[in-house]
């Protein structure tokens, strides 16, 4: 796929969400900061996902093929893969599934309990980690306003206002065709500058290749149709005595490298996620999208968390009848004593 084509891609994924794979990740919170994390996703290859997760890892897993009407053909077939596992802390679930890496999804759990005499209160948060892994910061393309507009959107799958409507199409083109065909341009000219040093060349060759840095990503936007590797050839039109022979593996390595990470900004995107925390006393603070007793839930659309991190916050609190009875005696011979002096 070309450069840029793949961000347009995206982009119209975004707008037709309906194309997106299905991702659903339910949390049950006990009282002494264990968790029970089911985690299903809908996908044509049940050999890998970008969670990371599988039965190898300790997950019980449980596969069976989705029955629709456009799953019926050999090369067309949907498969649900429920993965199950207990954590004896957040601590331990995020050593599985918030590990730094460039090509996963990364959730990270939150658990918190405070005693206050008559209550005692439990916070737990799940926070959904910044999908976009490219180095280059959005701060010059994505204004404070961006982000508030991002911050309000209902729900996936709620409509919007056509004022909302135009202002998120609007938005993902400048995301994506702007600022990601940026990030990706940064991200590939990183790479050659570090090939040029690795290859142990002199510096002023990485001076050359600077001079015309504006001016190559210039021909990257007017043509839109050049190769993945065009960085790789431009060295050689711009007289840089790279020695392509002696690198290949290596600037192979790397490029696979970028692959990755761009597959996985793209397939993540596509995503519709649902999140479902389940808490074990009565809820009396939360940001989800529905509550349904001490269910609570979020669907929150893919640009939620494209370019900042997530949090989906529950606060439950429990009734301490203990405390009420102590209280109660100590009224009572606080009063005794009282009435007795006089």
């Given at each position: 796929?070309?450069?840029?084509?793949?961000?347009?891609?995206?982009?119209?994924?975004?707008?037709?969400?309906?194309?997106?794979?299905?991702?659903?990740?339910?949390?049950?919170?006990?009282?002494?900061?264990?968790?029970?994390?089911?985690?299903?996703?809908?996908?044509e290859d049940t050999t890998k996902n970008f969670l990371g997760i599988s039965s190898e890892r300790?997950?019980?897993?449980?596969?069976?093929?989705?029955?629709?009407?456009?799953?019926?053909?050999?090369?067309?077939?949907?498969?649900?893969?429920?993965?199950?596992?207990?954590?004896?802390?957040?601590e331990e679930a995020n050593t599985e599934l918030a590990t730094p890496n460039d090509t996963l999804?990364?959730?990270?759990?939150?658990?918190?309990?405070?005693?206050?005499?008559?209550?005692?209160?439990?916070?737990?948060?799940?926070?959904?980690?910044?999908?976009?892994?490219?180095?280059?910061?959005?701060?010059?393309?994505?204004?404070?306003?961006?982000?508030?507009?991002?911050?309000?959107?209902?729900?996936?799958?709620?409509?919007?206002?056509?004022?909302?409507?135009?202002?998120?199409?609007?938005?993902?083109?400048?995301?994506?065709?702007?600022?990601?065909?940026?990030?990706?341009?940064?991200?590939?000219?990183?790479?050659?500058?570090?090939?040029?040093?690795?290859?142990?060349?002199?510096?002023?060759?990485?001076?050359?290749?600077?001079?015309?840095?504006?001016?190559?990503?210039?021909?990257?936007?007017?043509?839109?149709?050049?190769?993945?590797?065009?960085?790789?050839?431009?060295?050689?039109?711009?007289?840089?005595?790279?020695?392509?022979?002696?690198?290949?593996?290596?600037?192979?390595?790397?490029?696979?490298?970028?692959?990755?990470?761009?597959?996985?900004?793209?397939?993540?995107?596509?995503?519709?996620?649902?999140?479902?925390?389940?808490?074990?006393?009565?809820?009396?603070?939360?940001?989800?999208?529905?509550?349904?007793?001490?269910?609570?839930?979020?669907?929150?659309?893919?640009?939620?968390?494209?370019?900042?991190?997530?949090?989906?916050?529950?606060?439950?609190?429990?009734?301490?009848?203990?405390?009420?009875?102590?209280?109660?005696?100590?009224?009572?011979?606080?009063?005794?004593?009282?009435?007795?002096?006089?």
């Open positions: 796929m070309k450069l840029i084509n793949a961000f347009l891609f995206v982009a119209l994924i975004l707008g037709l969400s309906a194309c997106g794979h299905n991702v659903s990740m339910e949390t049950t919170v006990n009282e002494d900061g264990s968790l029970d994390k089911t985690i299903v996703l809908e996908t300790g997950w019980k897993m449980k596969t069976h093929m989705i029955d629709s009407a456009n799953n019926k053909s050999e090369t067309n077939k949907k498969w649900s893969v429920v993965f199950k596992k207990n954590f004896t802390s957040p999804f990364r959730v990270s759990s939150t658990f918190d309990k405070k005693f206050r005499w008559f209550y005692t209160y439990l916070y737990y948060a799940d926070t959904y980690k910044t999908i976009n892994r490219m180095a280059f910061p959005p701060d010059d393309y994505i204004a404070r306003e961006d982000y508030a507009f991002i911050d309000r959107l209902p729900a996936d799958g709620q409509t919007i206002s056509k004022a909302d409507s135009f202002y998120l199409s609007e938005l993902n083109k400048r995301i994506f065709d702007v600022y990601g065909l940026r990030a990706i341009y940064e991200a590939y000219y990183d790479l050659d500058v570090k090939l040029i040093k690795e290859s142990g060349l002199e510096n002023r060759w990485i001076d050359t290749l600077n001079n015309h840095k504006e001016s190559l990503y210039a021909l990257l936007v007017k043509q839109q149709d050049l190769p993945d590797d065009f960085m790789y050839k431009t060295m050689d039109s711009l007289g840089i005595p790279f020695p392509f022979d002696k690198m290949e593996n290596r600037y192979a390595e790397l490029y696979r490298q970028m692959d990755a990470k761009t597959n996985f900004i793209s397939h993540a995107s596509e995503g519709k996620y649902t999140l479902v925390i389940n808490m074990p006393w009565t809820v009396v603070r939360t940001n989800a999208d529905s509550v349904s007793g001490n269910r609570l839930q979020w669907n929150p659309p893919s640009i939620k968390f494209l370019l900042k991190d997530y949090t989906m916050y529950a606060e439950a609190r429990k009734l301490n009848l203990w405390a009420f009875a102590v209280s109660a005696v100590v009224l009572f011979f606080t009063g005794y004593l009282f009435w007795r002096r006089r």
